[in-house]
């Protein structure tokens, strides 16, 4: 999916935008708008690992992402390891 469309998608599971209340403020939030709010940033968060994987596909790099804790993680771009290079094809896609 296009990082456009899950952007389109995270807007619709949370149209009141409650990602953008407070930290706090989320923190009060009843259940049912508790899961809104979390479908609309898990969607975002997709997409922007999405575009960021279409970048990287086009540098012939690789995206490393390190789980932290149960919500956190550590993003890095790095050089595509040998394995995985084998994967690809020879030519890259169309990307857009």
């Not at 389109?8 to 709010?37: I, S, T």
């Not at 994987?53 to 992402?65: A, C, F, M, T, V």
């Given at each position: ?47 922007s690992h999405v575009r960021r994987l279409r970048e990287l596909l086009k540098e012939g790099k690789s995206l490393l992402i390190t789980p932290l804790s ?27």
């Amino acid at each position: 999916m296009k990082p456009e469309y899950l952007e389109e998608l995270a807007g619709k599971a949370d149209p009141d935008r409650l990602w953008m209340l407070p930290v706090f403020d989320q923190m009060g939030l009843p259940v049912d708008k508790r899961k809104q709010l979390d479908a609309g940033v898990a969607l975002r968060r997709h997409a922007s690992h999405v575009r960021r994987l279409r970048e990287l596909l086009k540098e012939g790099k690789s995206l490393l992402i390190t789980p932290l804790s149960p919500n956190g993680s550590a993003i890095k771009a790095i050089e595509t390891p040998p394995e995985h290079i084998k994967l690809r094809r020879n030519e890259t896609p169309n990307v857009k």
